[in-house]
């Protein structure tokens, strides 16, 4: 019997520490792209046509809050967005701002370089963003 009370206790012991090391993985991406990043540039391809590439000017930012709400400040092409972002399992980022829903997959993540990919309205946009 006490044999049984040890297994049992190891493995609840072994699923909550795997849990616990996914949840941080996730929370990872999170603390990386928390802050301020500048716009270098945004490339944006509607279905059967060219690629449109908009090179960001110095005041195209987005910050991205760590606060209750998952704020994300976007001032790009002169305009000023308050959004929210969703960080998914695994490297999905889901932005929400100016009316729109981004569903994009980080693809580049370091200390001073932030790249994700996806779509949003039948568009394909890749986002290159620098510190």
Partial sequence: MKKQITLAATLLLMVIGFSSCQKEEQTSLKKDIIGTWKVAKIETTVQGSATETYTGVASDTFEFRNNEQDEVIVNLKSQSFIGTYVVMEGKALNLSYGGKLYTTT???????????????????????LTR
């Fill in 106 to 128: 980080v693809t580049t993540v370091t200390g001073n370089k932030l790249e994700f990919s996806g779509s949003v309205d039948k568009s394909s946009i890749k986002f290159y």
